[in-house]
Nanobody
Framework: QVQLVESGGGFVQAGGSLRLSCAAS????????MGWFRQAPGKEREFVGY????????YYADSVKGRFTGSRDNAKNTVSLQMNSLQPEDTAVYYC???????????????????WGQGTQVTVSS
């Protein structure tokens, strides 16, 4: 199994930036494609972004496209999410997740991901 530990959440004013990190242990992170999800109070878990095993491919939800950028450093066993131009509607608990799925994967479906971090709170004030 792979264990995922997130960091970087916090409080920021609208228009500000945060960088989230997800560190893996137990397995080599390059084995997994990675997803970012978020969940606001009273809402279902929502897809944010995806990054392939090599980092060569990324996909983002329309709600964050152009503002969020995912990256990974397999040598350091980490993935990151740079969040710019944050807005109050971005307030949520953010999770990183890992999947072994390689073909015909949803990417945006939480059910495709078998391993999850503990989540980190991001709060954006107006």
């Amino acid at each position: 199994q792979v264990q995922l530990v997130e960091s970087g959440g916090g409080f920021v004013q609208a228009g500000g930036s945060l960088r989230l990190s997800c560190a893996a242990s137990g397995r080599t992170l390059s084995t997994y494609a990675m997803g970012w999800f978020r969940q606001a109070p009273g809402k279902e878990r929502e897809f944010v972004g995806y990054i392939s095993r090599s980092g060569s491919r990324t996909y983002y939800a329309d709600s964050v496209k152009g503002r969020f950028t995912g990256s990974r450093d397999n040598a350091k066993n980490t993935v990151s999410l740079q969040m710019n131009s944050l807005q109050p509607e971005d307030t949520a608990v953010y999770y990183c997740a890992a999947t072994l799925c390689m073909l015909d994967c949803s990417r945006s479906d939480p059910g495709e991901y078998g391993y999850w971090g503990q989540g980190t709170q991001v709060t954006v004030s107006s």
